[in-house]
């Protein structure tokens, strides 16, 4: 599933709520602003290549339908097997009036939301037709004024007439209340904003903090206040193109990478490193977990880290000293680590040993973890958390899991430090980008990880051929593979042999004859052989 697939079925799935939430639909009018204050942006329908929003909601007939309900246009949503308890729930819900009021007939044809208006479509015979959207199909017969033949009556009293009711043609404008930013800065609105998000483990939208803040304090927060309380590790963030960026805790690492427990709320974190919008991304692989998990390095960040780990060691060098082995350091802490190479690392600590004061760290900008005596630790400072964290955690698409240390070793030499091209195919669980590497430097370009899905296929066989260990390479003898049917063709085939209930084996129609003679042929043969094995 493409980027643009994930978008268009998050797109429905809030589309859909926000219809099935208001029982009988919504006009169609109001469906873009509804589906803007619940989700906190617009419908993107021209990311999905339509020109207009009428033709988007069109197109999704398992999502909402799109009707006329007396002299109005409204917009249905249509229940899926995962929202259809919410349409119940909706649906019993009792009208707050008792009669029932039809309304004006409008001055204009219906408009949808976001400023698109419905015209007019073309018949298959030529000509044009009026379209489903541009006038409704029932309209009111025109009134016929009687004529009144004079009264007798001689008196010069003349009745008054009737005063027309005054209709209004223009919905009144809906003013916004402006509300006043908060006084004080971080200090006061930071506390309120962790309050709003306390428990919030999923997240909010941006714009949806924002409109809790201006509800229950009348105050409104400043324009950079999410990037204020990210570099103070007060939040998270979780930037997506085109999208409002997503509000998480403190303590929850963007991208769906933890790394390691989190003391409290007021523990510092680092920015997380936003990710191409682009399929194709150029990256250097700084670290290997296993057969398929990496971790790398986008662009330039090696030269980054030089600049930024020469400072650091300067500065942890004076602050090192006169520290003694028995400050502990604290369990979910950044600090500064003077790792085996003599080189400083921004760490983060995940567990303590008091028996030889040690502290198990992982490398934030490597992705791998270190054992570090406390002694080489040093309070990590408000000026080197500036820089995103730079090691990106990710997959490699089509290749197995294998952690043995000789298949992990095989990857290292392939991948350990190279610059490479990474094709994004798709993502796995926490949003962990999986990619295709491709080494273009050459004049040719090598898919990398083909080269990593051979070798495992070769274990694998070596796995399931266990007389290639036993007997030497002369006495094995290689038997052919069945040639297998085309994707798409029909296959005649009779199951001979089942392993689990994922996993079993299967033999073509046409071979049975001969694997039946071919059973009595082998059998003979071995009753009349009496030589021994040598």
């Known amino acids: 599933m493409t980027m643009t697939d994930k978008k268009l079925e998050r797109c429905k799935k809030y589309l859909r709520s926000t219809l099935l939430s208001n029982k009988g639909g919504i006009p169609a009018g ?18 999905f290549n339509f020109k207009s929003l ?19 246009l409204m917009v249905v949503g249509v229940a899926g097997q995962a929202s259809e308890h919410i349409e119940k729930m909706v649906s019993r819900q009792q009208n707050s009036k008792k009669g029932r009021s039809f309304p004006k007939k409008p001055s204009a044809p219906p408009r949808f939301g976001g400023g698109v208006t419905m015209g007019t479509s073309s018949s298959r015979g030529g000509g044009e037709r009026p379209g489903v959207f541009s006038q409704p199909r029932y309209r009111a017969p ?54 709003l998000l306390k428990g919030r483990l999923r997240g909010l939208f941006a714009s949806q903090v924002e409109k809790m803040y201006q ?30 960026p997503m509000v998480y805790p403190a303590g929850r690492e963007g991208g769906g990478q933890t ?36 971790h790398f390095w986008l662009g330039e960040a090696k030269e980054q880290l030089s600049r930024l780990h020469t400072s650091m060691l300067l500065h942890h060098m004076v602050r090192s000293i006169g520290r003694t082995a028995s400050d502990r350091p604290e369990v979910g802490s950044l600090y500064s680590a003077l790792v085996s190479d003599g080189q400083c690392r921004r760490v983060r600590v995940l567990q303590v040993d008091r028996s030889n004061n040690t502290s198990r760290c992982l490398m934030l900008d490597y992705g791998e973890e270190e054992v570090v005596y406390w002694n ?31 298949v992990v070793q095989f990857v290292k030499q392939c991948l350990m430090g190279r610059r490479l091209v990474g094709v994004l195919v798709g993502e796995v669980v926490n949003t962990i980008p999986a990619l295709v590497l ?9 898919m990398v990880s083909e080269k990593i899905i051979n070798y495992m296929g070769n274990i694998n066989n070596n796995v399931h051929n266990p007389l290639s260990k036993i007997l ?27 392993v689990s209930p994922t996993q079993f084996y299967v033999t073509s129609h046409s071979t049975l004859p001969m694997y039946k003679s071919l059973s009595t042929q082998m059998t003979d043969h071995y009753n009349s052989d009496t030589s021994p094995l040598t």
């Open 438 to 446: 491709i080494d273009t430097s050459q004049e040719e370009d090598i």
């Open 259 to 294: 790394v390691g427990s989190i003391s409290g709320p007021s523990t510092p974190s680092l920015p997380c490193l936003p990710l191409p919008s682009t399929p194709e991304w150029e990256i250097t692989v700084c670290s290997v977990s296993s057969s398929d998990q990496i």
């Open 376 to 406: 080489r630790l040093a309070k990590l400072e408000m000026k080197f958390m500036e820089l995103p964290i730079q090691a990106v955690k990710a997959t490699l698409a089509g290749v197995d899991r294998n952690t043995e240390k000789k």
């Open 472 to 498: 030497p390479n002369s006495q094995v003898s290689v038997l052919v593979s069945p040639a297998l049917p085309n994707t798409g063709e029909y296959f005649d085939l009779v199951v001979s042999h089942i």
């Open 54 to 72: 009428e033709a988007f909601l069109s197109s999704i007939p398992d999502v909402c339908q799109i009707c006329w309900s007396g002299r109005d």
């Open 142 to 195: 025109p009134v016929v004024q009687k004529q009144l033949k004079p009264s007798p009556v001689k008196s010069s009293y003349v009745a008054p007439a009737t005063p027309r009711k005054k209709i209004e043609l223009c919905s009144p404008v809906k003013k916004e209340r402006v509300f006043l930013e908060t006084v004080g800065g971080q200090a006061v609105y930071g506390s309120r904003v962790e309050e």
């Open 215 to 244: 509800k229950k304090w009348e105050q409104s927060l400043p324009k950079d206040w999410c990037n204020v309380m990210e570099r103070g590790g007060k939040i998270r963030l979780e930037r997506e193109a085109g999208a409002s």
């Open 30 to 47: 109001e469906v873009f602003k509804h589906y803007q204050n619940l989700v906190g942006e617009g419908i993107p329908y021209t990311q």
